[in-house]
């Protein structure tokens, strides 16, 4: 008898044991799960007029991964014109692990390089497309030179202020406003040369990107009117810099694009938080933020939200209904090509 209650205890020791062993492994797996994760550091690299959405967007981020994931995120950013962070990126100088570029064009050199998987635009909502927005003709008050459309930057004794398209987004965007005023509209490829060509004799200095042709026309008083993106120009009137502004009625569409920059993420091992602040962007809360700085969104909802806050467009076209990006870069832009050649007949 005495045998078996000693077995008996025996059993229930080994038992009670073993059940301390599983809740306490249960318990560490439990506070593991729920324990704070390393650190991890994205790398934003942008263009510049959007700086000012990213510096509201980020922190909403950052405390949204936090509490939802138990992980810090911290960024390292790099603005600029876009072209230049483009090949910034190409060269590996700047590691990005997302990009946000003022062009699709910027994004396929990346992909060119290899950086970008072939195929990214299905990746995101809107093939890529976070914001719109179009061209604005910025005036001095009163406007003095009677400039309301694209045809009267070609006038005599007007000085424009604009920025250079081998390194700056708007200034690509500008061109192809310009160009596609006459061919969306009737005109042939030589009535465009023309008038692109008179305009850019009126602009001696090209700036590097959209933010500094902004500081020479606002802050330095250069120049009769300035080409620029209209939320950037909403932007400089909420900070008490309000000048008249006209919207053409022939614009274009400004499409800035976001990606994961695939070979970096896969290195810096970001991939997961990588994409899931591309996916943020797109939400209703990041897009308000967009919509508060000028730019046009492309979430639904918030488009319904904002409508009334933008100017309409009459004649809105593409960089498609130009050709593509391909056909734009080749004969607007590549060595030699149309820019080149009025940058030449300008300096005559």
């Not at 987004?169 to 160009?179: C, D, H, P, Q, S």
């Not at 967009?290 to 933008?310: D, H, I, Q």
């Amino acid at each position: 008898m005495k045998a078996w209650f000693s077995q008996r205890s025996l059993w229930n020791s080994v038992c009670l044991f073993l059940i301390g062993i599983s809740l306490s492994v249960t318990i560490a797996a439990c506070q593991s799960s729920t324990a704070a994760k390393p650190d991890v550091k994205l790398t934003l690299v942008s263009y510049s007029v959007t700086k000012a959405a990213h510096d509201r967007i980020i922190p909403k981020f950052v405390e949204k991964w936090k509490n939802e994931h138990h992980q810090n995120v911290t960024f390292v950013q790099s603005y600029g014109g876009s072209g230049s962070q483009a090949q910034a990126v190409i060269e590996n100088s700047q590691e990005a692990d997302i990009v946000h570029l003022a062009l699709a064009l910027d994004i396929n050199k990346i992909q060119q390089a290899g950086l970008i998987e072939p195929g990214w635009e299905t990746e995101a909502p809107k093939n890529g497309v976070v914001t719109r927005s179009v061209v604005a003709i910025v005036t001095r008050p009163s406007n003095p030179k009677g400039i309301q459309t694209w045809a009267d930057l070609a006038k005599d004794g007007v000085k424009l202020i604009a920025a250079n398209p081998k390194t700056s987004g708007i200034a690509i965007w500008e061109f192809l406003a310009l160009w596609g005023s006459i061919t969306q509209t009737g005109g042939d490829e030589q009535q465009a040369l023309e008038l692109v060509t008179k305009v850019y004799k009126n602009a001696p200095t090209l700036t590097k990107d959209a933010r500094e042709a902004s500081d020479l026309f606002f802050q330095k008083g250069q120049g009769d009117v300035l080409i620029n993106y209209e939320n950037e120009i909403i932007l400089a009137a909420a900070n008490e810099q309000k000048l008249p502004y006209t919207i053409p009625a022939v614009n274009i569409s400004i499409d800035s694009i976001v990606a994961v920059v695939d070979k970096n993420v896969e290195q810096h091992r970001t991939k997961e938080v990588a994409e899931a602040f591309v996916d943020f962007l797109y939400s209703a809360e990041a897009q308000q933020e967009f919509a508060k700085l000028g730019y046009r969104p492309v979430n639904p909802t918030v488009v319904a939200e904002v409508a009334s806050k933008y100017p309409p467009v009459k004649t809105l076209f593409t960089a498609q209904d130009l050709g593509g990006w391909d056909i734009v870069q080749k004969q607007f832009f590549g060595e030699g090509a149309t820019f080149d050649k009025i940058q030449a007949a300008s300096k005559v």
